[in-house]
């Protein structure tokens, strides 16, 4: 009874940690977070679809106190890279936290639940969408690199 336990927990897990098969680290040194967790998807790129959300998340550990942490993201395609404008329900990552909460230690884990909204006007092309959080003194807590496909509904 015990190796199937432990054998069922050992096929969860790998399966929780193939979802950052990837997910590359972003320019400059910037820390990439613990893990990524993409919902309904085991390998980059994934597939998103318009007029739906990517729903991702992010497991990660806090080198310095973070009294706020605020979400920006970049997309990259066809050569061009543009800033994200996220919605206003979406700019303070503090709110979207499944595991901590603000304000963080240093040395603290926390989850946070990423929603990217695919809105309908993306072409359906592939996109590299950079992710990154700063804390309360702009200070990089993590960046990742993500390729997703855009697809039509």
């Given at each position: 009874?015990?190796?199937?336990?432990?054998?069922?927990?050992?096929?969860?897990?790998?399966?929780?940690?193939?979802?950052?098969?990837?997910?590359?680290?972003?320019?400059?040194?910037?820390p990439?977070?613990?893990?990524?967790v993409?919902?309904?998807?085991?390998?980059?790129?994934?597939?998103?679809?318009?007029?739906?959300?990517?729903?991702?998340?992010?497991?990660?550990?806090?080198?310095?106190?973070?009294?706020?942490?605020?979400?920006?993201?970049?997309?990259?395609?066809?050569g061009?890279?543009?800033e994200?404008?996220?919605?206003?329900?979406?700019?303070?990552?503090?709110?979207?936290?499944?595991?901590?909460?603000?304000?963080?230690?240093?040395?603290?884990?926390?989850?946070?639940?990423?929603?990217?909204?695919?809105?309908?006007?993306?072409?359906?092309?592939?996109?590299?969408?950079?992710?990154?959080?700063?804390?309360?003194?702009?200070?990089?807590?993590?960046?990742?690199?993500?390729?997703?496909?855009?697809?039509l509904?």
């Amino acid at each position: 009874m015990l190796a199937y336990v432990f054998i069922l927990a050992l096929s969860a897990s790998s399966a929780f940690v193939s979802a950052t098969e990837g997910i590359r680290p972003c320019t400059g040194g910037r820390p990439l977070p613990q893990r990524i967790v993409i919902d309904g998807c085991n390998q980059t790129p994934c597939d998103v679809f318009q007029g739906s959300d990517a729903l991702m998340y992010t497991d990660m550990r806090t080198e310095r106190p973070a009294n706020e942490l605020r979400p920006q993201v970049f997309a990259t395609a066809l050569g061009q890279t543009i800033e994200y404008f996220l919605p206003p329900n979406q700019q303070n990552a503090c709110d979207h936290l499944t595991v901590g909460s603000c304000p963080l230690s240093a040395n603290e884990d926390a989850t946070y639940r990423f929603s990217f909204p695919i809105t309908p006007v993306y072409p359906p092309i592939p996109v590299t969408v950079e992710l990154s959080l700063f804390d309360h003194t702009n200070q990089v807590v993590f960046c990742a690199l993500i390729d997703i496909h855009v697809r039509l509904r």
